[in-house]
C-alpha cells in the first residue's frame, strides 16, 4: 500500500501524476489524457496500472470514459473537499456538546463529550471478529436484515439477562439500529403530541431534544444520590398525569448516581398507582463493579421498558442497540422499525457486536475498563479540587463526574471561552430542564488523561472570573 489508499505504489503514482497536470492545468478540462499504454511507457508501469488508476482516478469524477475515444479530463471537477467547521456563536443548549464534539477537529480536547477515547476500546476483538463476516454468505453482506435483528445477538443477550434474573426470551428483544433509535420508537409508540413525560433533572440532554421533537411536554423531577427525589416524583404524577418516565437507573448521565433499592421500589408502586411507563436507558450497567437494582428486573418488562446500545463500551462507529418490553408492545415496536428503517440495524454490525460480546477478552476489557476508570476518577477528582471544583458524588462506576464550579462560575461562559481555546466543556444547564444548574459541569475522567486538559481549564476559569 501506499498509504493514500491509492492501492499499489505504482498505481498511486499515476493518480498523483494526473491529479498534478491537471491541477496545475497542464490538461485542461474537457482535454484528452495520455493513452493507455503511452503513459505506460513514458511511466515504466505496466499497461493494467494505468487501467486501474484511470479506473480510480474515473470513480473519483476526475476524468470520463469515452468508449472508442479515450479518457478525458472532466469539464467541470469535483470540489475541493473540506468540513464545515462548528459553530462558536450558536447558543450553548441540549445540542452544544453533541455537534462540537462530534465534529471538532482531532486536536480538540474533549473533557465534556460522552464517549471513551478510541485507545481504550477493545478494538483486538473487533478486529477478530470482521474477517469471520467476510467470508460470510453474500446475503449477510448485501441483504436486509430480519425485522427483530440477529436472532444470535438477541439470545445472547437474553442469556445476559437471566443472569441478572430478568427472564426475557429472545422474542421480547428488538435489535435497532441504535440506543437513540430505540427510545425514538418507543415514543413513537407510547406518545401522542402534547403528553407529559417525566425526566430527571439533570438528566442525559439528548432526552430533553428527542422529546421536543415528539412535541411533548417535558417535565424534570429533581435528581438525588439514590435516585428521583420521590416527593417531588409523586407530585408531578399526579399535577401532570405522565405516559412515559424516562431514566438511567445505573450510573447516571450526567451525575454518575445510582438507584437505590428503596427508591426503585417506591417508583415502581407509584407508576403502577399512576398507569406510567418507565424507560430505562441501561446503556451504562456495565460499568458498575456490582449492579445495583434495576426496574426491569424488579418489575419483570410488565410495566418498565429497557433500552441499551454498546456504543460505550464497545463502538460508537458500530452503531446497535436493543429494547426489551412485553411481547406485544415489541410487535408494534417491530412495525413501526419497518415503516421508518425498513428492518432491523445492519446485520454486519449485530454480528460485530455478537462475535465481540462472545469473545473471552471482552470480559478481561470490562474488568480492566472499570478498574482503569476507578483510578481516573480519583485522579481527576484529585486534580479538580486543585481548581476548586468538587464532584456532587463518588459515582460507583463510569466515567463521569458531575461537578460544582467554584465561585459562582458560569458553566455556559466557560464553556464559551473554553470553546476559543481549543477545549469542548459540557455545562450544567444543557442537562437541566429547569435550568437551576448553571455552576455545574459534567467532566468525562477518561478525556482528561492529556495534562493540557487541566491546564487549558485553569487558563479558561481564571480568567473567567475576571
Keep these: 500500500m501506499d498509504g493514500t489508499?491509492?492501492?499499489?505504489t505504482r498505481t498511486g503514482a499515476v493518480m498523483e501524476a494526473i491529479r498534478r497536470r491537471i491541477s496545475t492545468r497542464e490538461i485542461a478540462p474537457g482535454e484528452?489524457?495520455?493513452?493507455?499504454?503511452?503513459?505506460?511507457?513514458s511511466m515504466r508501469v505496466s499497461p493494467s496500472t494505468v487501467v486501474e488508476a484511470y479506473d480510480r482516478l474515473g470513480a473519483e469524477g476526475l476524468i470520463r470514459s469515452r468508449p472508442g475515444s479515450g479518457f478525458f479530463v472532466a469539464g467541470s471537477l469535483p470540489l475541493a473537499l473540506s468540513e464545515v467547521e462548528p459553530r462558536a456563536d450558536r447558543a450553548v443548549d441540549p445540542f452544544w456538546v453533541s455537534r462540537q464534539s462530534l465534529d471538532g477537529g482531532p486536536e480538540m480536547l474533549r473533557p465534556g463529550c460522552g464517549w471513551l477515547p478510541a485507545s481504550w476500546m477493545p478494538n483486538a476483538p473487533i478486529r477478530r471478529a470482521m474477517p469471520a463476516l467476510a467470508r460470510a454468505d453474500d446475503a449477510l453482506l448485501s441483504d436486509y436484515g430480519a425485522t427483530?435483528?440477529?436472532?444470535?445477538?438477541?439470545g445472547l443477550l437474553a442469556r445476559q439477562f437471566a443472569i441478572e434474573g430478568l427472564e426475557a426470551g429472545p422474542e421480547q428483544i428488538l435489535l435497532t439500529g441504535s440506543g437513540t433509535q430505540a427510545i425514538d420508537l418507543v415514543c413513537r409508540f407510547l406518545l401522542q403530541p402534547g403528553d407529559a413525560v417525566l425526566l430527571d433533572d439533570p438528566c442525559y440532554f439528548n432526552f430533553q431534544a428527542l422529546l421536543r421533537a415528539h412535541r411533548v411536554k417535558?417535565?424534570?423531577?429533581?435528581?438525588t444520590p439514590g435516585g428521583p427525589d420521590l416527593a417531588a416524583f409523586a407530585q408531578a404524577l399526579e399535577a401532570h398525569r405522565p405516559r412515559l418516565y424516562v431514566t438511567n437507573s445505573a450510573v447516571h448521565n450526567p451525575t454518575g448516581a445510582s438507584l437505590s433499592p428503596q427508591a426503585a421500589h417506591r417508583v415502581l408502586t407509584l407508576a403502577a398507582a399512576h398507569d406510567v411507563t418507565i424507560v430505562e436507558d441501561d446503556i451504562f450497567a456495565d460499568f458498575e463493579p456490582e449492579p445495583s437494582p434495576r426496574l426491569a428486573v424488579l418489575d419483570g418488562l410488565r410495566r418498565v421498558i429497557r433500552i441499551g446500545s454498546f456504543s460505550k463500551t464497545l463502538s460508537a462507529s458500530i452503531r446497535?442497540?436493543?429494547?426489551?418490553?412485553r411481547p406485544d408492545w415489541i410487535e408494534g415496536l417491530i412495525d413501526l422499525q419497518v415503516a421508518t428503517n425498513f428492518g432491523g440495524p445492519s446485520p454486519i454490525a449485530a454480528g460485530i457486536v455478537q462475535g465481540v460480546l462472545a469473545d473471552g477478552d471482552y470480559r478481561k476489557h470490562l474488568v480492566n475498563l472499570r478498574s482503569r476508570l476507578a483510578?481516573?476518577?480519583r485522579e481527576a477528582t484529585v486534580s479538580l479540587a486543585a481548581l476548586g471544583i468538587r464532584p456532587w458524588i463518588d459515582p460507583r462506576g463510569g466515567f463521569t463526574l458531575?461537578?460544582?464550579?467554584?465561585?459562582?462560575r458560569d458553566a455556559a461562559d466557560l464553556t464559551r471561552r473554553a470553546w476559543k481555546?481549543?477545549?469542548?466543556l459540557a455545562p450544567g444547564n444543557v442537562f437541566s430542564l429547569s435550568q437551576t444548574v448553571g455552576e455545574w459541569m459534567r467532566f468525562n475522567v477518561a478525556q482528561m488523561a492529556d495534562p493540557a486538559v487541566l491546564d487549558r481549564l485553569r487558563q479558561v476559569l481564571f480568567r473567567s472570573g475576571n
Design 32 to 41: 484528452k489524457l495520455p493513452s493507455i499504454r503511452g503513459l505506460a511507457r
Design 402 to 408: 458531575w461537578c460544582r464550579l467554584p465561585d459562582g
Design 421 to 424: 481555546e481549543g477545549m469542548v
Design 148 to 154: 427483530r435483528g440477529q436472532l444470535a445477538l438477541r
Design 5 to 8: 489508499g491509492n492501492g499499489s
Design 320 to 325: 446497535c442497540g436493543y429494547v426489551a418490553a
Design 375 to 377: 483510578r481516573r476518577r
Design 218 to 223: 417535558a417535565v424534570g423531577v429533581p435528581m
